[in-house]
């Protein structure tokens, strides 16, 4: 398997700098798994049912991280609650 590809959407940083500094601490743990092996258990990956081309990874508990791919090559687009995900 070849190794990950990792892009961040323009506006994710913008999202990233709004988490908690708890959340942010585990979303960098969370990254280095993703950018070792994207099966890591740990991220409980699964695709969006509602839109097909997006899929997700847990940061903890509440917190998710959105992002599409295409082969070894993933784009972070979103990061924030659960709930708000619900909404969208």
Avoid at 21 to 32: A, V
Avoid at 47 to 60: A, M, P, Q, R
């Amino acid at each position: 398997m070849d190794k990950p590809i990792i892009a961040f959407d323009p506006n994710f940083a913008e999202l990233y700098q709004r988490l908690p500094e708890q959340i942010k601490q585990k979303f960098k743990k969370q990254i280095r798994f993703f950018s070792e092996n994207p099966k890591h258990p740990s991220l409980k990956i699964h695709k969006i049912k509602s839109k097909t081309e997006l899929w997700e990874f847990y940061v903890d508990k509440y917190y998710r991280c959105l992002f599409t791919k295409k082969g070894n090559k993933y784009l972070l687009k979103w990061v924030g609650t659960h709930k708000t995900i619900d909404r969208m």
